[in-house]
């Protein structure tokens, strides 16, 4: 090594002599320089259109096999083939070392005026020709330069245009023209660019300015020095973000960059290991070589990584071995994580309660956050007596919120129990219909004062991404307020019941918070987005977006919704829209007295008994109108209706439960102010299938339920009042 840098060293300081007498150099040329080669490049740089005879070519025809970012031959820092940023390169292969003290700091090309002569770092170089003053301004040969400068040099025969390429960078001139390109970026020359004997000459400040190159004039001595040197910067990142030794793959993005676009040639990494064997502190560093030959500083950066992670250890007991048939099981997770995060976990053949004798084995797989999984299983015996038969013991115990199935389908046998019904003012404004969306369009309007309720539930089965906005305008001649008060959003996504009943959820959150609301002022005539979290996010084709939430204006107002392709302006797209029909299925409307109060004040859960909801027989659907076009409107099934279920006198050790009617359904109650999901897991889907809503204890109770059917669920539903199994005695 001290051999090799010693021999650099004088080559650099030889060459810097030579750099300091350019005028006086001999006409001699650099190894692989001869006048044949120069004669043969000459023939590249030809006029286009000229017979390809070796005596004329198209400028840079012959140049296209070459590849990007091969530079002087003569340069005794050429690159060799690129390294792939991710694979280390062995330090002792690489050459010339960055760490040694030759390594190239400057780099010179002196053009001697009225000549062809040019030294590159004291060697002498000839240009195709000579550097030519033309109507005051100095011109030399395209290639001659730019080659020098490590560019590539093309023709394009389409657009008739003499190409520089290097890196990230083109520059791209024409014949009998001033204007010139960088990057797609167009400037103008001091003069026309033009053919002198078959060879592309463009004025020096253009060729300077396009390839960012400095240089200086020296009228004395004759001869204009362009600074050639220009480091690169090398750059990356390194992914993930976090590491665990022997287990995590790395990978390194290279964003590695040069001030003139030359492209990059040669990495040099040190500390880059696919998968660091040892934790702790590792630093990683970079080189790059442009393809003038030049290296850049290193850049580091510094990771930790983690001690190896392990994988969860699942474990669960059960309070004992053997049960009966219908005895309750209680299962107690002991699963545990080095780092505390399990992030899923999973059970097979898992019940709180078995029905058939004989061995059950049950299952418990848990995940980590990086994936790792842990499992372990247990086996019990279910003995031959019985404790409790199938539909008393899942009525007895399925936890609040959690759905069962009864295997006696006989929820139509039960007696109805009565009740009185009480509708109270609250404006109810649906949009709904059309439900899909195939295009843009208003598809609610209206015009109101005061309190109003909004239930806005779309699909996009268009094939551009839409957004969907409520806007309000002020139709009149005095300023107004509009509050948005609780409200409830969901989506986008494809699940439609899963986002009616999220935006249902999170409006209860909202009334519960006690959010006193966000007022804006609108002017006469002016129309702005309410409810902007609707509008926020674009759907994709097939997502849905569903929303419930209260409003409120001081005069009257105009709201509309509309739906409009992402990227556009609403307020300046609202005047072109026009009204969509209905699709005669779903619903919109306005409708009024949208508060119903359900009371019933007879005890139930003495005896199987059940209510229906939103059936239009004992529970009918509320009248109103589509003021979009003054057609009356049915709001089937009374989505956005807000249920009060009053339940005065509530039997010791009864079971209320959701039951649907209609089909699929995800819901929310609220019972005595708790939030309550129907079901928590999964979706009630059967006509005998049940969620848990609540359970009293041993004295009568009063129970309250605020209840609103949910945008992507069917209708209608049944509450049970079921009388619960006695439990045994302890």
Avoid at 311 to 339: N, R
Avoid at 365 to 386: A, H, M, S, W
Avoid at 427 to 439: A, F, M, W
Wanted: a negative charge.
């Amino acid at each position: 090594m001290k051999v090799f840098k010693t021999a650099l060293i004088s080559t650099f300081i030889i060459a810097q002599l030579c750099i300091a007498l350019p005028a006086f150099a001999e006409a001699s040329t650099t190894p692989g320089s001869t006048q044949s080669d120069n004669t043969q490049q000459k023939s590249q740089d030809m006029a286009p259109n000229t017979p390809n005879d070796g005596s004329a070519v198209a400028p840079g025809t012959e140049n296209n096999q070459q590849t990007d970012g091969t530079v002087d031959p003569t340069n005794p820092t050429d690159p060799t083939t690129p390294t792939n940023p991710t694979t280390p390169t062995n330090p002792g292969t690489v050459t010339p070392d960055p760490d040694v003290t030759s390594v190239k700091s400057e780099d010179v090309l002196v053009l001697m005026m009225n000549s062809n002569k040019m030294y590159r770092n004291g060697q002498e170089v000839l240009a195709l020709q000579p550097l030519t003053v033309t109507n005051g301004i100095s011109y030399i040969a395209l290639r001659s330069i730019a080659e020098q400068a490590g560019f590539v040099v093309k023709y394009d025969s389409a657009t008739k245009e003499t190409i520089l390429k290097s890196g990230q960078q083109e520059v791209r001139f024409k014949t009998n023209n001033s204007a010139y390109t960088i990057n797609g970026k167009s400037y103008k020359a001091s003069g026309n660019a033009y053919q002198q004997k078959d060879v592309f000459m463009v004025p020096l400040t253009s060729i300077t300015k396009a390839l960012n190159i400095p240089y200086s004039v020296d009228n004395v001595a004759k001869k204009i020095t362009l600074n050639l040197y220009a480091a690169p910067t090398a750059n990356f990142t390194v992914s993930p973000g976090e590491i665990f030794a022997e287990q995590t793959p790395v990978t390194y993005k290279d964003q590695s960059s040069d001030p003139r676009g030359l492209a990059i040639v040669q990495h040099r990494w040190e500390g880059n290991e696919n998968i660091f064997a040892e934790p702790g502190t590792h630093t990683i560093t970079h080189w790059v070589m442009n393809a003038n030959g030049v290296w850049s500083e290193p850049y580091s950066v510094t990771i930790e990584v983690k001690p190896k992670n392990l994988p969860p250890v699942a474990m669960f007991t059960t309070d004992k071995d053997t049960y009966k048939m219908g005895e309750l099981i209680t299962f107690k997770d002991e699963s545990t994580d080095d780092e505390g995060q399990i992030t899923k976990t999973e059970w097979l053949n898992k019940s709180i309660g078995y029905f058939e004798p004989g061995e059950k084995t049950i299952t418990l797989r848990v995940t980590d956050r990086l994936g790792q999984v842990g499992e372990y299983q247990k086996t019990i015996t279910i003995t031959n007596e019985t404790m409790y038969l199938h539909d008393d013991f899942f009525k007895l115990y399925t936890p609040i919120g959690e759905k069962f199935t009864l295997q006696k389908n006989d929820i139509l046998e039960l007696a109805k129990a009565p009740f009185s019904s009480t509708d109270s003012q609250q404006t109810l404004l649906r949009s709904n219909s059309p439900e899909s969306l195939s295009q843009e369009g208003i598809v609610f309007r209206d015009t109101i004062q005061g309190e109003a309720r909004f239930l806005v539930h779309h699909k996009n089965v268009s094939s551009q991404n839409l957004k969907v906005y409520v806007v309000v305008t002020n139709p009149g001649t005095m300023p107004t307020n509009v509050t948005v008060k609780d409200v409830g959003f969901a989506g986008p996504n494809e699940y439609e019941s899963l986002t009616g009943k999220s935006s249902v959820e999170r409006y209860f959150k909202s009334v519960n918070s006690g959010f006193l609301g966000q007022t804006t002022t609108l002017q006469p005539g002016e129309t702005k987005v309410i409810f902007t979290e609707l509008s926020a996010q674009a759907m994709k084709p097939g997502h849905v977006v569903s929303l419930m939430g209260d409003v409120s204006s001081d005069s009257e107002v105009t709201y509309q919704v509309a739906a409009v392709e992402s990227g556009k302006d609403i307020l300046k797209t609202l005047p072109s829209l026009t009204l969509l029909n209905r699709d005669n299925i779903h619903i919109r409307g306005t409708y009024e007295n949208a508060n119903r109060l359900i009371e019933l004040n007879q005890v139930v859960g003495d005896k199987p008994s059940r209510i229906s909801l939103a059936d239009n027989n004992d529970d009918l659907y509320l009248n109103g109108v589509d003021n979009s076009n003054g057609m009356p409107s049915i709001n089937m099934g009374n989505y956005g209706v807000m249920y009060t279920i009053r339940l005065n006198h509530v039997a010791p050790n009864t079971l209320i439960a959701f039951n649907p009617r209609g089909g699929i359904y995800k819901g929310i109650f609220v019972v005595n102010g708790q939030m309550t999901e129907a079901p928590s897991n999964g979706t009630l889907v059967n006509s005998n299938d049940a969620s848990v809503i609540y359970r009293t204890g041993s004295a009568e109770e009063s129970v309250t339920i605020l209840f609103t059917p949910v945008s992507g669920s069917n209708l209608p539903v049944s509450m049970l009042f079921l009388p619960l199994a006695q439990k045994p005695q302890s």
